[in-house]
Nanobody, 123 residues
Framework: QVNLVESGGGLVQAGGSLRLSCAAS????????MGWFRQPPGKEREFVAA???????YYPDSVKGRFTISRDNAKNTVYLQMNRLKPEDTAVYYC?????????????????WGQGTQVTVSS
């Protein structure tokens, strides 16, 4: 069992920055690939970023160049640095852990999920 707790969400103006954190407890953190997803109001959950066990990173075009995912295995934490935020980035952001990591962008590839943290970007 892996428990994930997100933090760092909040309200920010367009063009601003936020850094989300996800603290993991339970089984060995370094054994898991980690991902971030988001769910905008009234929409389905969508892939934001992922980092493999070897720290390879993956992003969709919508956030590439603005968001950066990183992991600190010593702290059992994964981060999502979000820069140049846009109103369309408004969503609940979820952290997830994957042991198999078959496909970074698919929610079904992930075994454990956090409760989410709200990010609101005002125009």
């Amino acid at each position: 069992q892996v428990n994930l707790v997100e933090s760092g969400g909040g309200l920010v103006q367009a063009g601003g920055s936020l850094r989300l954190s996800c603290a993991a407890s339970g089984r060995t953190f370094s054994s898991y690939a980690m991902g971030w997803f988001r769910q905008p109001p009234g929409k389905e959950r969508e892939f934001v970023a992922a980092v493999s066990r070897s720290s390879s990173t993956y992003y969709p075009d919508s956030v590439k160049g603005r968001f950066t995912i990183s992991r600190d295995n010593a702290k059992n934490t994964v981060y999502l640095q979000m820069n140049r935020l846009k109103p369309e980035d408004t969503a609940v952001y979820y952290c997830a852990a994957s042991f198999s990591f078959l496909q970074a962008a698919l929610p079904n590839s992930y075994d454990y999920w956090g409760q989410g943290t709200q990010v609101t970007v005002s125009s």
